[in-house]
């Protein structure tokens, strides 16, 4: 079945540094890639989502692309700031007519000053 | 922009009693769902609703009931509380069942059973 690997589960940088969240993804169909993002005590928010492959998609200074031959679509951002420290889930639904989200399991990304 | 809102945000229950989650959305959507999030495995859906008075299972609905009385509201109900459901329970709705929509999620209800 399909399945999504968020292979690092804390990720702590010093702001100003260049990040980069890894997310792959297995499916047989075509896919349809997704970031959310939860702030402390908040809800998850979409941060950016993609199904065109070798496209980059940007939000918020963070950005992503669906390479479907490597089955990846890795977050990445230049910089960090100290408001980006949050919970960071990637996300798969595919095209088969199966829609339901299927979630990593979840990169906590601390930005220290 | 898109309001979810659950109740209670936070709740201690006892092993063998009943407890209900309760979400209202003012999206006018027409999907509902409820997740679970546990460290370690992200979300992972409970049971979900395309219309009022119907529900559907999702991945993990042992243990769990629901109930969606109007398009506006959508319960999660545990009929007796064991302690593996200690969790944070996540409402969420979207407006249309196809890949590609996003969900708009409450701020969660984090659930203790002692």
């Known amino acids: 079945g399909d399945s999504v690997t968020q292979t690092e589960g804390l990720v702590t940088l010093t702001k100003g540094l260049p990040v980069m969240l890894n997310c792959t993804y297995q499916?047989?169909?075509?896919?349809?890639l997704f970031w959310y993002v939860q702030h402390l005590n908040e809800a998850p928010k979409l941060l950016l989502k993609?199904?065109?492959?070798?496209k980059r998609t940007e939000h918020q200074g963070f950005y992503a692309t669906l390479h479907k031959s490597s089955s990846s679509f890795h977050l990445q951002k230049s910089s960090v700031q100290l408001s980006d420290s949050a919970l960071y889930f990637c996300?798969?639904?595919?095209?088969?007519?199966?829609?339901?989200?299927?979630f990593g399991s979840g990169t906590q990304l601390t930005v220290m000053p | 922009e898109a309001a979810v809102t659950q109740s209670p945000r936070s709740k201690v229950a006892v092993t063998g009693g009943k407890v209900t989650l309760s979400c209202h959305q003012t999206?006018?959507?027409?999907?509902m769902y409820w997740y679970r999030q546990d460290t370690g495995h992200g979300l992972r859906l409970i049971h979900y609703?395309?219309?009022?008075?119907?529900?559907e299972k999702g991945d993990i609905p042992d243990g769990y009931k629901a109930s969606r009385p109007s398009q506006e509201n959508f319960s999660l109900i545990l009929e007796l509380a064991s302690l593996s459901q200690t969790a944070v329970y996540f409402c969420?709705?979207?407006?249309?069942?196809?890949?590609?929509?996003?969900?708009?999620f409450g701020e969660g209800s984090r659930l203790i059973v002692v």
């Open positions: 993609s199904s065109t492959d070798n």
């Open positions: 969420a709705s979207s407006d249309e069942q196809y890949s590609g929509n996003t969900l708009y």
């Open positions: 609703s395309y219309v009022a008075d119907s529900t």
């Open positions: 996300a798969l639904s595919d095209r088969s007519g199966s829609w339901q989200l299927i």
């Open positions: 999206n006018n959507h027409d999907y």
């Open positions: 499916t047989t169909y075509s896919p349809f």
